[in-house]
């Protein structure tokens, strides 16, 4: 029963990442919505038409299986020593970066100059780690939790901050899919745990979001970073002016 709930919410996430409604489904299965809405709620969507929802978004049925198997996944951080096997190797780095974004194997060798045999090779190093099942005719079944994070301060995110860094900010921040805010102010220390609390409430919601969208072509999602950083700091520019 456990299972048959895991199914019925992966589907719903990929409806929603579809842009399909409930409306779309019944007129796909020659239903009502209210019959739709009634499948949903009892859980009760046979085989034939589990399939005809799944054809309506040009997915298989163990499409949607590794949907839910990805959204049951425990790993949430990878050890010390998986990370820093995969800092030392950038295109290791490159491909784990892709399969966290949910890529196939297809859609990395389109994009980058990499062979598929050494695209494979890779992806069997990730199975090795235990970040990846790599299954029959080399589709990825993704081990790793949704809320999947690098370790804090830990060989991953060093190796972003010492490369990556500089070319991060060397924008201005002023096209409609970017944005830089800065605050400064001054907080008591319940305030700034208050605060704390609500950044990482739009972590969860960011994850959240990926997740829905995980079941659309590649073509219609995009890369993003987002940097949220907070720390109790004076302008080093002020040093100068400061009463010791």
């Not at 859980?43 to 978004?57: A, E």
């Not at 010390?80 to 030392?88: D, L, M, S, T, Y």
């Not at 979001?209 to 970073?225: Q, S």
Request: charged fraction near 30%; proline fraction near 2%; hydrophobic fraction near 40%.
């Amino acid at each position: 029963m456990a299972q048959t709930s895991s199914l019925h919410k992966a589907l719903k996430k990929a409806l929603k990442a579809h842009g399909f409604t409930y409306v779309d489904v019944a007129r796909a299965l020659d239903l009502t919505e209210a019959s739709v809405k009634r499948l949903f709620s009892e859980q009760s969507f046979s085989l034939q038409r589990l399939d005809q929802v799944c054809h309506l978004m040009d997915m298989e049925i163990s499409d949607l299986v590794q949907m839910m198997n990805e959204q049951q996944a425990q790993l949430q951080q990878l050890s010390v020593e998986q990370e820093k096997e995969i800092a030392n190797d950038i295109v290791l780095l490159m491909v784990t970066v892709c399969v966290l974004n949910r890529w196939r194997l297809e859609d990395i060798i389109e994009q980058y100059k990499l062979s598929e045999a050494e695209c494979i090779r890779k992806l069997a190093l990730l199975d090795r780690l235990k970040i990846i099942e790599l299954l029959p005719k080399n589709r990825i079944k993704l081990l790793v939790a949704p809320n999947f994070t690098w370790r804090e301060n830990g060989p991953i995110q060093k190796f972003f901050q010492e490369k990556i860094q500089q070319e991060f900010f060397s924008t201005r921040f002023d096209h409609k899919d970017e944005q830089l805010i800065v605050l400064n102010g001054m907080l008591s220390k319940e305030s700034n745990a208050e605060f704390q609390r609500k950044v990482k409430k739009l972590v969860r919601e960011f994850d959240e979001l990926n997740n829905d969208d995980a079941g659309l072509p590649l073509e219609h999602r995009h890369g993003h970073t987002v940097v949220l950083a907070m720390r109790s700091w004076k302008y080093g520019l002020f040093a100068p002016y400061r009463r010791t």
